[in-house]
Each structure stands twice: as structure tokens, then as C-alpha cells.
T-cell receptor, first 119, second 111 residues
């Protein structure tokens, strides 16, 4: 099956610093990538939709200046948490949808997640 | 608005059958997905329904009724490793076909 990687898998940073998380589709091209965050024992909350070559679309209540998303290529999207605070500590998961054709547009694959702890 | 409801927790016995229900109300509909998620891991795809009816895949089956805004995931011959959270997600056609997730159902399988 298709593989999506995330880096780093785990990061601890100090309050006020910025952290960048990378999401890569390893064996397919992804026009669209999604960023989610998940709190313990809760479901995935969609933060933003990232389209290659255009600005990300953020969900209501998500600060676009705090969570910077860049989708520079068909295989890479990055999420930067700027001026991180302890309340930003969470599990961040990216998801990539294969580019169209052959029914693959129905397939959406998730990365292994990045656990961010802000101290 | 968007609303996806599923039970918070369920328990079942090894070897038994369990049905996890999901009801939804979304602005647009372009398919319903079920994912399995073990603690600390990413969700893994289980099933996809876009037309009414039952989709069977091994021990797992998923049913959809679009008119009722209802789906269920059926797990047969339960194994201990099936203990996990099961997430119902609707693809919302009103914007980028994004997946909107329910809160998830934590299933505990006992011997």
C-alpha cells in the first residue's frame, strides 16, 4: 500500500520557539494533503487542507499565522508551529490523497504522526 | 453543520461479532470511510462506502444508507488485536473532499 512519512516522529521544544513537521508521500504523488491534530482519546480534528502550489485552506478556529503550511511539491507538505505554547502540545497527523486517475482519488493515507510537546 | 456521531466505547468477547454504528449530517457527501487506530499510531484504512448497501472484506463489513445518514462497521470473529479505536469519517464534497471524523469508538475485546 501507499506510504506517507512524517518527520520528526517526536519533538520537544521550548515555549516561544517554532517547530517544522514534514509530511512526505513516498510512492505516489499527492495533489492534496491534510493536517490533523489529535488530543488524547479524542478523534482527529482537521486543521487545514493543503494543495500543491496554492495557499492552504484553514478550518474555522485554526490560526493560519500560527500554523504555517507549505505544499511546495507533489510529495511534500510542511506544517510549522510558530511561537509554540504548551497548549499546542498534541499529536499532529498528516494525510495525503493520491492524485486522480484509476479511482485512486478515493484513497487517503495517513502518516505515522508527530507528537509535539511544548515545555 | 457537520455532525458525526458514534458510541464512545464498546466491549465484546473474543470470537464474537460486534457492530459499531455511525450517523452523520454533513453539508455534502462523497463517501464514508472507516478507519482503525491503535493508541499512538496513525489510522489505517478499513473500508469505503459511497453507494447504499453492504461492502464485505474478510472479517470486516461496512454498510451505508445515504437516505438515513447511517453506517455501521461489522467485525466478525473478534480477536484480541481488534481492540482499538474505530473512526467513522465522511468525505465532504462541499470543500476539497475533506474527511470529517467522528469522535471514534474505543472497542475493548476481552478473552
Amino acid at each position: 500500500g501507499a506510504v506517507v512519512s512524517q518527520h520528526p516522529s517526536r519533538v520537544i521544544c521550548k515555549s516561544g520557539t517554532s517547530v517544522k513537521i514534514e509530511c512526505r508521500s513516498l510512492d505516489f504523488q499527492a495533489t492534496t494533503m491534510f493536517w490533523y491534530r489529535q488530543f488524547p482519546k479524542k478523534s482527529l480534528m482537521l486543521m487545514a487542507t493543503s494543495n500543491e502550489g496554492s495557499k492552504a485552506t484553514y478550518e474555522q478556529g485554526v490560526e493560519k499565522d500560527k500554523f504555517l503550511i507549505n505544499h511546495a511539491s507533489l510529495t511534500l507538505s510542511t506544517l510549522t508551529v510558530t511561537s509554540a505554547h504548551p497548549e499546542d502540545s498534541s499529536f499532529y497527523i498528516c494525510s495525503a490523497r493520491a492524485s486522480g486517475g484509476g479511482g485512486r482519488e478515493n484513497e487517503q493515507y495517513f502518516g505515522p504522526g508527530t507528537r509535539l510537546t511544548v515545555t | 453543520g457537520q455532525n458525526i456521531d458514534q458510541p464512545t466505547e464498546m466491549t465484546a468477547t473474543e470470537g464474537a461479532i460486534v457492530q459499531i454504528n455511525c450517523t452523520y449530517q454533513t453539508s455534502g457527501f462523497n463517501g464514508l470511510f472507516w478507519y482503525q487506530q491503535h493508541a499512538g499510531e496513525a489510522p489505517t484504512f478499513l473500508s469505503y462506502n459511497v453507494l447504499d448497501g453492504l461492502e464485505e472484506k474478510g472479517r470486516f463489513s461496512s454498510f451505508l444508507s445515504r437516505s438515513k445518514g447511517y453506517s455501521y462497521l461489522l467485525l466478525k470473529e473478534l480477536q484480541m488485536k481488534d481492540s482499538a479505536s474505530y473512526l467513522c469519517a465522511v468525505r465532504d464534497s462541499s470543500g476539497y473532499n475533506k474527511l470529517i471524523f467522528g469522535a471514534g469508538t474505543r472497542l475493548a475485546v476481552h478473552p
